[in-house]
């Protein structure tokens, strides 16, 4: 598990339902994080400047017209960039074997526009599996489960007590909070499954393969 090195992912949408749509896909390592944002409106000048003072570690941040313009630049992203090293991809409730988000929202998009599926060779983590079974936590959710076990660190970094208030930033076209949101969100991921790695054996975790049959 260790030797691959983690690849946190996130993404905010416009809701829940099957016509809603991507808003914001964050990647983060310990180098720095990739961050995708679909805008409707031109954000302020500088929002890359601010987000860099406020997050420290380097933020690489691309502004999109549109959802289909921003899956065309994410699958080119983790095609020439994270399938090309040693990485596993990790996600909080972002797939399971019962369900999870991040990661069926994503397929219905890219097939709604047609694209193909970019993560065929990156192995893939749940890392919320591993709190459920391995930790004794009374928190289920990312910030609840980080705060018990870490601290308040990234948790007092993030604008939203709640992950619907992306919803309504993205909207009003508060894009700056709303990206500090998802940084964070992808930085407590990515916290959390080092922490695992201190803990538990490899047999702990369940790593998929992201590689369609066909």
Not at 40 to 61: I, K, M
Not at 128 to 135: A, I, S
Not at 140 to 164: K, M, Q, R
Request: negative net charge; glycine residues 6%; hydrophobic residues 40%.
């Amino acid at each position: 598990m260790t030797e691959l090195t983690t690849i946190a992912f996130d993404i905010e949408t416009t809701g829940f339902q099957a016509g809603d749509e991507l808003t914001v896909v964050g990647f983060d390592s310990a180098v720095s994080s990739r961050v995708f944002l679909h805008t409707e409106t031109t954000p302020e000048a500088g929002l890359a400047d601010r987000l860099n003072d406020t997050l420290q570690t380097p933020v690489q941040l691309s502004l999109h017209d549109s959802e289909q313009e921003l899956l065309n630049e994410l699958a080119t992203f983790v095609t020439s960039t994270l399938t090309q090293r040693d990485a596993k991809l990790v996600a909080y409730n972002g797939e399971r074997w019962n369900g999870g988000f991040d990661l069926p929202f994503l397929r219905t998009r890219l097939c709604t526009h047609g694209l193909e599926w970019p993560f065929g060779t990156l192995p893939y983590v749940d890392v919320m599996d591993v709190f459920e079974t391995r930790f004794n936590t009374s928190e289920d959710t990312l910030s609840g489960v980080y705060e018990e076990l870490i601290g308040a660190g990234l948790n007092d970094l993030d604008p939203f007590t709640d992950s619907s208030e992306a919803v309504t930033a993205w909207e009003e076209g508060a894009y700056e909070p709303l990206i500090i949101h998802n940084v964070a969100d992808i930085r407590r991921t990515r916290a959390l499954m080092e922490l695992a790695e201190r803990y538990c054996s490899k047999s702990d975790f369940s790593m998929k393969s992201l590689e369609p049959i066909a």
